[in-house]
């Protein structure tokens, strides 16, 4: 008879009303990726959850963190961000601009803060900036040639497929340098013909580390392994900046 009369006072409670939800909030998600076009702007809407409702609007303030890299004049965010209410989310806007921005980008940190309303906050938003430069590859380059050890202007041209470009007589007349500019900008030399030496014979080159587009600053960067049958002359590089 007790153990019956137990269960029946259990049961007879609502799990969900009597629970209170935990004054909480976080950002969608932990890391996002952002990029800016060159001399251009651009907005990204971010949304923050909470774990409960109520009835009136909240307002849940928004930190810049001092692990930010981003410049400060390349970014506006909000101080704060409004969940209305009866839900339990809201969104706010980062806006970028090609401002004093780095060719390389930066990361933007953003920490919510606790309150009244909000007691506990979930983990910082790390938000990575790119910055995009439209570059067409084909063109006039000033080479400065550790092979060399001169300057000189080279033409690049398109290639057979796509991405592919070709050094025109890079090393020697009637001797192309043919290379292949990937997805992160990165480039891929493979191994090929490129000048003939009197006493070790013909010498190829292949791309090594460090080949690379910088599509903002217009520079072409080829890390090269010379190499002939008797041994390695070591990586060379090869710098064309366009003209």
């Not at 251009?40 to 963190?65: C, F, K, P, W």
């Not at 390389?104 to 007691?119: A, C, H, P, Y």
């Not at 990575?128 to 400065?144: H, I, M, Q, R, W």
């Amino acid at each position: 008879m007790i153990a019956a009369v137990g269960l029946s006072l259990f049961t007879s409670c609502d799990f969900e009303e009597d629970l209170d939800q935990p004054n909480y909030a976080t950002f969608e998600a932990t890391t996002m990726d952002f990029s800016v076009v060159q001399n251009d702007q651009a907005s990204y809407d971010v949304t923050v959850y909470t774990a409960d409702l109520t009835g009136n609007d909240r307002s849940i303030a928004i930190n810049v963190e001092s692990s930010s890299t981003l410049n400060a004049e390349s970014y506006t965010v909000p101080a704060s961000v409004n969940i209305p209410a009866n839900t339990n989310e809201g969104t706010f806007t980062v806006n970028l601009v090609d401002d004093n921005l780095s060719n390389t980008g930066g990361k933007l940190v953003l920490k919510l803060g606790t309150s009244e309303q909000t007691e506990f906050v979930g983990d910082a938003l790390t938000i990575n900036v790119s910055k995009l430069c439209p570059f067409e590859v084909a063109g006039t380059y000033t080479d400065a040639s550790e092979f060399f050890e001169a300057e000189f202007d080279v033409e690049i041209e398109a290639g057979a497929s796509a991405n592919q470009y070709v050094v025109k007589n890079l090393f020697a007349d009637g001797t192309d340098i043919t290379f292949t500019v990937n997805a992160d900008n990165s480039i891929t030399v493979p191994t090929q013909n490129a000048w003939v030496s009197g006493q070790y014979g013909q010498a190829q080159v292949t791309g090594s580390a460090g080949s690379k587009l910088e599509p903002c600053t217009g520079k072409i960067t080829l890390a090269l392994n010379h190499t002939v049958s008797a041994g390695s002359f070591g990586v060379i590089t090869e710098v064309f900046t366009k003209n």
